[in-house]
């Protein structure tokens, strides 16, 4: 009797022992919600497709161009009059500039000049067109050095008082004007001269003072 209860109980306890499954040690679909490595696996992919995307997003970023910013034009005009009795000077000069950071603005401009002069002996009436490219650096805040190259085109009537007899002469005209001085919000006051001094410069002789204004 005791040796049928002891194979009772001994056949009880390799059944229930049977009973406990690992999910582990068994075959499931990679995709069931059981399989523990489901996870991992996850964990992985997302971080190997991940870390290729930072990595474009970074490059992405340094390799975007720089854009273009209405906001850091500057527009500006050298205007130019005198008038008395044998002296008339007239000039019209539109700018516009570009502020590419706290220390650098450049530009382009065109003017037109007209000039009447009369002498003991001419009557001259004096046209010149030109176009410039200008650079304004600023090593501080208010202190400014400037460069401006251009080029005139200047085509000049010289009449005889006399005679009457009148005399043409035209002709291209370099310049190389540089300076320094002071800004003044978008302003600057600076005292220029002109590195070329050509016969026909239309800026005077030696150190002459320079104000512009940019909006």
């Known amino acids: 009797m005791k040796r049928l209860f002891f194979l009772f109980f001994l056949f009880s306890a390799l059944s229930a022992g049977a009973q406990i499954i690992t999910y582990d040690t068994i075959r499931v679909s990679s995709n069931d919600e059981r399989n523990i490595h489901r996870n991992n ?18 490059h992405a970023t340094r390799n975007q161009p720089a854009t273009f910013d ?48 009369r002498t003991n002996e001419y009557e001259i009436r004096n046209n010149l067109l030109g176009a410039n490219l200008f650079g304004y650096f600023y090593p501080v805040n208010f202190i400014t050095l400037f460069a401006q190259p251009e080029l005139n085109y200047i085509w000049a009537k010289f009449t005889s008082k006399t005679t009457k007899d009148s005399i043409m002469d035209r002709g291209l005209v370099p310049s190389l004007v540089v300076g320094a001085g002071f800004r003044l919000g978008r ?17 005077p002789e030696g150190i002459y003072l320079g104000v512009s204004a940019f909006f």
């Open 41 to 58: 696996r996850s964990n992985a992919n997302i971080k190997a497709t991940s870390e290729p995307l930072r990595r474009e997003n970074v």
């Open 70 to 117: 209405k906001s850091k034009l500057r527009f500006g005009a050298n205007l130019g009059l005198s008038i008395s009795s044998n002296y008339t000077n007239l000039g019209f000069g539109p700018q516009i500039g570009y502020q590419f950071n706290d220390y650098f603005m450049a530009g382009t401009g065109v003017k037109y000049y007209y000039t009447r002069a």
């Open 187 to 203: 302003s600057h006051v600076t005292l220029n001269y002109d590195l070329v001094q050509h016969t026909n410069s239309p800026h």
